[in-house]
C-alpha cells in the first residue's frame, strides 16, 4: 500500500496518487518483516530498501509507473492495493465536487465501507504516509479552496516521498469541478464495465 490523497471540497475534488509498485519474492515470513520495516517509516530511501532486502533474503522489483488514480465522467478514483499473506484487498476512493465513498474489494466484490461529504480530506496510505499527511493537513491547511487543499496535497506528496520509499517520488493530480454521481460509478466498478 502506498499513497493516495484527496480532497472534497463543495466547489469540486482533487486527488493525488504515488506510482509506486513494490512485488516481494521469498519466505513469507521475511517479506512480512520487510513490508512492516517499509510501512512503518523504518526505511526511507530506495537504496535502504534495496539494501534491507539483500540483508534477509528478499527479492523486490520496485515500479514507478502505477497509475493509481483516474478522473471518469467527474468522479475521480483512487486505488490502493493491501496485502496479507494470501489476502488481497484493495481499498478504492470515490470523489466528487461535495461527497466522496470509500469502498472495499476483495474477491471481486465490491462493498461501500464509507461516505462522506464536502470539507473532508481522506486519506489511504500506510501508517507512515497516513502520518505524513495527518502533519501537513494540520501545520498547514488553514481551510478554504480547492487550490488551497491541492498545495496541501502536493506538500504531501512529496513529503511522504522523503520519509518512506512505499511512496515514488512522481506522482498524478487529478481534479473535477462537477458533482457527478457516485452511485452510478461505484455501481458500474461492482458489475466490472
Known sequence: MTLVMAYIGKQGAVMAGDMREIAFRGDESRIEELECELYNGSIASDNDLLERAGEIGVAIQVRDDKTKVTQQDG?????????????????????????????????SRLRVTQRGRAGSFVVLGNEITKQVANRCIQEVWEGGTVPEAMRVILLTMQMAASVTASVSRTFMLVH???AANLADAISRDSRGE
Request: aromatic share 6%.
Open 75 to 107: 468522479v475521480l478514483i483512487g486505488e490502493v492495493t493491501e496485502t496479507g499473506g494470501l489476502t488481497t484487498c484493495r481499498k478504492r476512493l470515490y470523489a466528487t465536487a461535495g461527497s466522496y465513498a470509500i469502498a472495499e474489494i476483495i474477491d
Open 176 to 178: 473535477t469541478d462537477l
